[in-house]
């Protein structure tokens, strides 16, 4: 599979142009000019040191390997730092009487469960918002690769956001089965008091009493609340990104360094989910951002190809008579 992507990955939109040119074996005439002949002149070795500034061929199995770790930390990371206020927001949901707001909430379960208690169901979170992260951010690079393919290049272009929709929501239905059996565990943990404590306690008791089913049967909830979400957090962002880079940014993103590439990334992680109540601001907005400048410093640490936002293709710009 990941040989028939890495195929498609090299001639898809998404590619960074630069690598494209060097793959097709095609110079660009305006930082190559004609020669005394009227002869293009021979490509510059700029363009090979280029291609070896990056660790792997963008579309290779090494890329998405690297880009499903990249979401393994986002989301695993971000997700169990956010334990207590999620514990208690569980709570809340489950015994309203009891637990009756965010402050309340955090008083009770200090005094019943001191400072531990906050952390309970943290190893469940932990490894399942990771499987999800894996999921949801290799296999948005997959099938964005995939379904830019199926349009073709102007077709992805023109139709970028939908393509952007479809990726995100078939990544996260694969993502969001990989997290139901441990957002099942987790809130069993949460939410029962004297069930189980632990990870290690709670698992074998749920496959006990219901089998595999246990663990499944909140996936359909699952996609509900979060393929929609994670359609718009994609998009939003992508379109963000280029928005940014094509209003704010005084200069090319190849003109960037990467500590600047990534603040971008931040604010666009941050701008794209800012609708809603002020608390679910900073706590969603807060974590979507986090997530995506943790995946984008993925991608510079391990050096990975990273497309510039989108341009409109010159076949399309001829079409629309944009240019000559």
């Known amino acids: 599979m990941f040989s028939s992507v890495a195929h498609l990955a090299r001639a898809n939109p998404f590619n960074t142009p630069h690598l494209q040119l060097v793959h097709d074996g095609l110079g660009d005439l305006r930082s190559n000019p004609p020669g005394p ?3 293009p002149r021979r490509p510059r070795n700029l363009a090979a040191a280029a291609v070896e500034e990056y660790s792997c061929e963008f579309g290779s199995a090494k890329y998405y390997a690297l880009c499903g770790f990249g979401g393994v930390l986002s989301c695993g990371l971000t997700h ?7 514990l208690v927001k569980c709570r809340m949901q489950v015994d309203p009487q009891k637990y009756k707001g965010i402050f309340n909430g955090f008083s009770v379960t200090l005094k019943e469960d001191g400072v531990r208690g906050l952390a309970k169901g943290w190893a469940p979170t932990f490894l399942g918002y990771s499987m999800q992260g894996l999921c949801k951010f290799g296999f948005y690079e997959v099938f964005k690769v995939l379904y830019s393919n199926m349009l073709g290049e102007e077709n992805t272009y023109l139709w970028r956001t939908s393509l952007y929709l479809a990726a995100s929501a078939s990544a996260e239905f694969f993502a969001d089965i990989a997290l139901a059996p441990m957002e099942a565990a987790k809130v069993r943990i949460q939410t029962q008091p004297g069930y189980a404590n632990t990870l290690r306690d709670a698992a074998p008791k749920m496959y006990k009493e219901e089998g595999l089913k246990a663990f499944y049967k909140g996936v359909a909830p699952l996609w509900m609340r ?8 994609f998009a939003c962002f992508e379109r963000t990104v280029e928005a940014l880079y094509k209003f704010v940014v005084p200069k090319p993103r190849s003109e960037c360094s990467k500590p600047e590439q990534l603040v971008v990334t931040f604010v666009a992680g941050y701008i794209g989910v800012w609708k809603g109540l002020f608390a679910r601001i900073i706590m969603i907005g807060t974590l979507t951002a986090l997530q995506w400048f943790i995946y984008d410093s993925v991608k510079v640490y391990f ?7 989108p341009e409109m293709p010159e076949s399309l710009k001829k079409k629309l008579g944009l240019t000559q």
């Open 37 to 39: 002949t009227g002869q």
């Open 80 to 86: 169990t730092a956010v334990v207590p206020l999620d």
């Open 226 to 233: 979060q393929i929609p979400y994670t359609m718009m957090k």
């Open 303 to 309: 050096r990975l190809p990273r497309p510039p936002p």
